[in-house]
């Protein structure tokens, strides 16, 4: 493991150690259920994420799937759950995130260098990889044990951004970035990529309500200041106004409308594999409510 790798590692494991003062778990998903809290910021953008890859599996038969970089196994939980796949496992760079997917979720899980990953050539018939391949050291390598291990298909998702001035190499950091074309040269290595957007410029403000997350105004220009203010005057009546419902209603309009943005803020490659393409099926209706009314309940993670 290469030392960046493993700075990272060190990381990852102190931050899935993370608890309130109450000593709450503080999960990177929305595990505990839509503005629960006890998570990471950014809910609609995650909720929205999930939902995107649980409808793109949906469409194949499949009966084994690896969620590479699955932090505490929520994805992973929720495919089992709504898609009934039995062989569903989870990896994850921490040990502490596989220690977590196990006890929260009862998800098998390991810790896992996604350069090597412990696996079986076409081990799984599906493989995931959501917003995990913008952090690792050597994104090349990274990526041909996805594929390796992937016996019909491959389902990633990656921020959209342009590259930074600098080389940021903070632990955890975004280091690798990608556009709609970033693998298609896998075309020539016997795979079909498809590529479609997520998360429309246009529906910004309306995922931001959603979120209704008060926004630090510091530092910024007056008019700025000024917007941030009202903002965070109206985040109340945005929580009312933007229920479960009405983000169900958002997300449905995002995937409509980012196919005709230009402007977007991640991206998802279905990539399939040519010589042994998985069976299509009538897809399984991913219900978007039944994602966002989940919940578990508050983990209290023990202190040794």
């Known amino acids: 493991m290469d030392e960046y790798t493993l700075k990272t590692m060190h990381w990852l494991d102190d931050r899935f150690r993370e608890t309130d003062q109450s000593g709450v778990y503080f999960a990177h998903q929305p ?3 839509f503005r629960i809290g006890h998570c990471e910021p950014q809910m609609s953008e995650r909720y929205l994420r999930t939902y995107r890859i649980l409808k793109k599996l949906a469409c194949y038969k499949v ?3 690896l969620d590479v970089g699955g932090a505490e196994g929520y994805k992973a939980f929720l495919i089992k759950k709504f898609l009934h796949i039995q062989k569903v496992e989870s990896c994850d760079l921490s040990a502490e995130a596989a220690k977590r997917a196990e006890d ?24 995931i990889c959501s917003e995990a391949l913008e952090h690792v050291f050597d994104r090349d390598t990274s990526l ?22 600098g080389q940021n190499e903070d632990h955890h950091a975004h280091i690798n970035f990608f556009n709609a074309d970033s693998l298609n040269h896998l075309t020539r290595e016997g795979w079909e990529v498809h590529h479609e957007k997520i998360m429309g410029s246009w529906l910004r403000p309306i995922r931001a309500m959603v979120n209704a997350e008060k926004k630090e105004p510091s530092g910024k220009p007056l008019l700025k200041k ?3 203010y009202l903002f965070n005057m109206f985040t109340p009546l945005f929580r009312i106004v933007f229920n479960r419902r ?3 209603l958002a997300f449905e309009l995002d995937e409509l409308l980012s196919s005709f943005s230009s402007h ?36 209290f993670l023990k202190k040794f």
């Open 31 to 33: 595990i505990y259920g």
């Open 63 to 65: 009966n084994s799937i």
């Open 104 to 127: 929260i979720f009862k998800i098998k899980s390991c810790q896992a260098d996604m350069h090597k990953l412990p696996f079986e050539d076409k081990q799984f018939e599906a493989v």
């Open 144 to 165: 041909k044990e996805l594929l390796r291990i992937a016996k019909n298909l491959v389902i990633i998702t990656v921020p959209n951004e342009k590259p930074l001035k």
């Open 226 to 228: 000024i917007l941030f």
């Open 246 to 248: 009405m983000t169900a």
């Open 264 to 299: 977007y803020d991640a991206h998802i490659y279905c990539l399939i594999r040519k010589d042994n393409t998985p069976e299509r099926t009538f897809p399984t209706k991913i219900p978007i409510l039944g994602i966002l009314n989940f919940m578990v309940p508050l983990y």
